[in-house]
Each structure stands twice: as C-alpha cells, then as structure tokens.
C-alpha cells in the first residue's frame, strides 16, 4: 500500500540521509509531507524512509525512485542534494577527480531529473528544487572544481526551468553559504587548526556565522510549496549576504 494520501505532498530528496538534505526531510515530514531519502547511506533519523541510491549509477537511481514513487503513490517534489566536495586550485585535480565530481554533482542530477520526469508530468504542482552553492556565482579560493559543478548547477536549473514551462513543473535553486553541516565538519578535520579554519569561514559571512541545514532546509520547502506556484528560474541565495553585501571590515 502506498503511503500517499490524496492532497499529501510527496517528496524525494537526494543525499537526504545527513546534513541539508535530513533537515530538509524532516521539516516536510513536519509539514505533513510524505517523504523519501534516496542516498547511499542509512538516514540519520529512523523516521525518514529510505532506498539506496548512488547517483553516479543511471541503473540505480532508476530502481530508486521506481521504489520511492510506489511508497509514496507519486512524487511531486524532487530535492537533489546529493554532492560531494572538492579543494584546489586548478592544478590541484586529477582528470579522475573531475570526472567523479562532475558524475556526481551534476551527471547525477540529470539522472535523478531523467528518472522522476515521468512521475512528475503526472503531478499538478510538481518541483524540482536543486541545491546549488554560493560557488556558483562567486570565486572562492581553491575551489575550482567544487565551484565548476555547481556553476553548472546553477545553469542547469534556469535551463530545465525554461524546458518544463510548458508541463508545469517549477525548477528552482538554493545556493548556501558554508553550511554547518557534517559534511562540512569532515573538510575541517583535514585542516591543521579546525577551530580557526571553522571561524574563518563564519567571519567571511557577512551575518558573522555559519549557515544552518534548517536556514537552507527551510528555503527548499519554500520553493516545494504549491503556494510558490509563480516562483521558477530562481536561485534563492541563503548565504547571510555573502554573494551581494560588503560589509566595511
């Protein structure tokens, strides 16, 4: 039996196991969604359904979302949050690195898009809300690769928004700031002095701290809501002011 409801939303989240994406997760399960993490690892919270999903494998996002959809009854909402990181200058990556990053980080959003298409042509308020970054419209130093992904995710959305006009589907974007996430922890520990590379990254936000998964996890469900029906084509920055504010330092 599926676990849709007629008028319940239903929604699939990409990497929605840990950091922006279980956040996200559990605010659409608090707003009455029904929900599905497809990741390559178990959720965090026992309370998120879950199917295993490498989204630089078409094979199994295909089983996944084929999974979510027969859980859910359909899928109206698609959150691609999945990704994974890079450092250094450009000189600082293999060719094998940059195939990983780019299968993963922009290759497995379309893949994801592929596969949910046709369960969202039969949804009336169907969105794709695509997790971009604040490097994909700043230079942020040794970057460039992590910051070629999402710039590719930024024009993939304003693309995909433009081609799906015409099936209703919605196509937007949030670009964080740095995120105080695990993920973020991880890039931290690698770091000579965590404490001051941690502080550094909240003293280049203009708000003087770092973004939470719930600042950006509730930006999603904005752009997610049938409410927001004339919002598509947007990339919704919640990066406290970095990409447009210069504070006197």
């Known amino acids: 039996m599926s676990a ?7 929604a699939v989240i990409t990497g929605g196991s840990s950091g922006i994406g279980l956040a996200t997760a559990i605010m ?25 999903a490498d989204v630089s494998d078409d094979r199994s996002v295909v089983k996944a979302v084929a999974q979510a959809s027969d859980l859910l009854g359909g899928i109206d909402v698609v959150v691609n949050s999945a990704g994974i990181s890079s450092v250094g200058s450009v000189d600082a990556n293999s060719d094998e690195e940059w195939m990983r990053a780019l ?22 308020t169907a969105v794709i809300v695509n997790l971009a ?19 590719a995710v930024m024009a993939m959305t304003l693309d995909m928004a433009t081609d799906f006009l015409q099936d209703g589907i919605r196509v937007n974007a949030v670009a964080p700031g740095t995120a105080d996430t695990p993920w973020v922890a991880r890039l931290l520990a690698q770091v000579d002095d965590p404490a001051e ?11 003087g701290r770092l973004v939470t998964a719930e600042e950006v996890a509730f930006s999603i469900c904005f752009l997610a809501d049938p409410r927001a029906s004339s919002t598509t084509g947007t990339i919704l920055d919640v990066d406290g002011g970095m990409h447009r504010l210069s504070p006197p330092r």
């Open 4 to 10: 849709g409801t007629v008028g319940q939303r239903r």
């Open 28 to 52: 659409m399960l608090d707003q009455g969604y029904v929900v599905a993490s497809l990741d390559v690892n178990p959720p965090m919270n026992t309370a998120v359904p879950y199917f295993f």
């Open 103 to 124: 299968n993963v980080n922009v290759i497995g959003i379309a893949r994801v898009c592929r596969a949910t298409l046709p369960f969202l042509r039969q949804s009336e």
């Open 133 to 151: 970054s604040i490097a994909s419209h700043m230079g942020l130093a040794n970057r460039v690769l992590y910051g070629a992904t999402k710039g």
């Open 197 to 207: 590379a941690k502080r550094s990254l909240a003293a280049r936000q203009p708000i």
